[in-house]
């Protein structure tokens, strides 16, 4: 735990005072889900619904494709639902940015009213859990300033050791919105029919929802990564095309994971973050795990570049499905972790007010 103040934690710091701890989680905004962990983790202030896509104009010249970038992020999380609710403290988890091959954090401060934990699960995710005393009057929110650093990413090569957060066979099973059976299993054999290696099976697979699919969020029942859903309705936004992939893939034998994050602007100027945005990766023994962004590929007709590649336009917070806080939460498994979740009284809070502005750093 540290104190109620403002603390600038460098990376191999804040490793170190990670305690060993267990899971994460959260979910997505669709209009017409019953249960708060199911309608999304708390939505920005104007706009409850995942960002559209990440930035493809290029600032200044900056090219996201060939080109790592430098984002300067300030996440501000208001706590004034929070009083008068209950006579307990709320229980609110907020998801930090990842640190892997593909990414780094290079400063995290962060200002709290009491003290925190920081924590991560057994698939390599970050959170800062805390307990706040809300004041009678002040400032009531905690704030988190971090500069992360991202490439552009091609994959993770090699054979990931068993056991460790990027193990193929974590990525295997079924889960609540991502059956195997029916008629994904069913889609998912048509489709690779003909192939005859794993590398050819994934292309295959990422092609048909490129092709099957429809970029909408019109109507009721997109945006939960329900992949049956997915399947039958044949649109949605990028939670739903990478849930049928993985369902379809998964059913084929193939491991495919889902990775959440945030879209980050081109320009140097600071702006809103309005959502998230997500993508999947997918593993071929040849290749290691390679990384897919199909609803940006069908929104923008880019199907070869969004396949093995993605830009340096996002930051990565969050792996997996039906994750488990740190320490764990008192409700059901959250479907996926991007927005602060919280809890009064042992069940969920609903909807945690936040902003997220970020800029890009010149180089």
């Given at each position: 735990?540290?104190?109620?103040?403002?603390?600038?934690?460098?990376?191999?710091?804040?490793?170190?005072?990670?305690p060993?701890?267990?899971?994460?989680?959260a979910?997505?905004s669709?209009?017409?889900?019953?249960?708060?962990?199911?309608?999304?983790?708390?939505?920005?202030?104007?706009?409850?619904?995942?960002?559209?896509?990440?930035?493809?104009?290029?600032?200044?010249?900056?090219?996201?494709?060939?080109?790592?970038?430098?984002?300067?992020?300030?996440?501000?999380?208001?706590?004034?639902?929070a009083?008068?609710?209950?006579?307990?403290?709320?229980?609110?988890?907020?998801?930090?940015?990842?640190?892997n091959?593909?990414?780094?954090?290079?400063?995290?401060?962060?200002?709290?009213?009491?003290?925190?934990?920081?924590?991560?699960?057994?698939?390599?995710?970050?959170?800062?859990?805390?307990?706040p005393?809300?004041?009678?009057?002040?400032?009531?929110h905690?704030?988190?300033?971090?500069?992360?650093?991202?490439?552009?990413?091609?994959?993770?090569?090699?054979?990931?050791?068993?056991?460790?957060?990027?193990?193929?066979?974590?990525?295997?099973?079924?889960?609540?919105?991502?059956?195997?059976?029916?008629?994904?299993?069913?889609?998912?054999?048509?489709?690779?029919?003909?192939?005859?290696?794993?590398?050819?099976?994934?292309?295959?697979?990422?092609?048909?929802?490129?092709?099957s699919?429809?970029?909408?969020?019109?109507?009721?029942?997109?945006?939960?990564?329900?992949?049956?859903w997915?399947?039958?309705?044949?649109?949605?936004?990028?939670?739903?095309f990478?849930?049928?992939?993985?369902?379809?893939?998964?059913?084929?034998?193939?491991?495919?994971?889902?990775v959440i994050?945030?879209?980050m602007?081109?320009?140097?100027?600071e702006?809103?973050?309005?959502?998230?945005?997500?993508?999947?990766?997918?593993?071929?023994?040849?290749?290691g795990?390679?990384?897919?962004?199909?609803?940006?590929?069908?929104?923008?007709?880019?199907?070869?570049?969004?396949?093995?590649?993605?830009?340096?336009?996002?930051?990565?917070?969050?792996?997996?499905?039906?994750?488990?806080l740190?320490?764990?939460?008192?409700?059901?498994?959250?479907?996926?972790?991007?927005?602060?979740?919280?809890?009064?009284?042992?069940?969920?809070?609903?909807r945690?007010?936040?902003t997220?502005?970020?800029?890009?750093?010149?180089?």
């Amino acid at each position: 735990m540290f104190p109620n103040s403002r603390i600038t934690l460098p990376l191999l710091l804040l490793t170190a005072l990670t305690p060993i701890f267990g899971a994460v989680g959260a979910d997505d905004s669709s209009p017409g889900a019953k249960h708060p962990q199911d309608a999304g983790h708390a939505a920005a202030p104007r706009s409850p619904t995942p960002a559209s896509a990440p930035a493809q104009a290029h600032g200044g010249g900056f090219d996201p494709w060939n080109e790592p970038a430098r984002y300067a992020l300030t996440w501000r999380i208001d706590l004034t639902w929070a009083a008068g609710r209950s006579h307990d403290a709320p229980r609110l988890w907020i998801p930090l940015p990842a640190d892997n091959d593909h990414q780094r954090v290079r400063s995290l401060a962060i200002s709290a009213p009491g003290p925190y934990q920081v924590g991560c699960d057994t698939l390599g995710n970050r959170m800062l859990y805390l307990t706040p005393r809300i004041p009678t009057g002040g400032d009531r929110h905690v704030e988190i300033r971090c500069v992360v650093e991202r490439r552009p990413c091609t994959g993770s090569p090699g054979s990931p050791v068993a056991g460790t957060p990027l193990d193929p066979g974590r990525y295997l099973a079924p889960q609540r919105r991502i059956p195997l059976d029916g008629p994904i299993r069913a889609l998912a054999r048509r489709t690779i029919r003909g192939t005859r290696t794993t590398g050819e099976r994934i292309r295959a697979l990422y092609d048909e929802v490129t092709r099957s699919m429809r970029y909408s969020k019109h109507g009721t029942g997109w945006g939960r990564g329900d992949a049956a859903w997915a399947c039958r309705s044949g649109f949605g936004n990028c939670t739903d095309f990478h849930s049928l992939l993985i369902g379809m893939c998964r059913s084929s034998g193939i491991p495919a994971r889902f990775v959440i994050g945030f879209p980050m602007p081109a320009s140097p100027r600071e702006t809103t973050v309005a959502g998230y945005h997500c993508w999947a990766e997918v593993f071929d023994p040849d290749r290691g795990w390679i990384p897919v962004d199909a609803s940006e590929a069908q929104k923008t007709g880019r199907r070869d570049d969004y396949f093995g590649k993605l830009p340096a336009d996002r930051i990565e917070l969050t792996v997996g499905r039906d994750l488990t806080l740190v320490p764990p939460q008192s409700g059901p498994a959250l479907n996926f972790f991007v927005y602060p979740y919280a809890e009064l009284a042992g069940q969920p809070a609903g909807r945690v007010p936040w902003t997220l502005r970020a800029r890009r750093c010149p180089r």
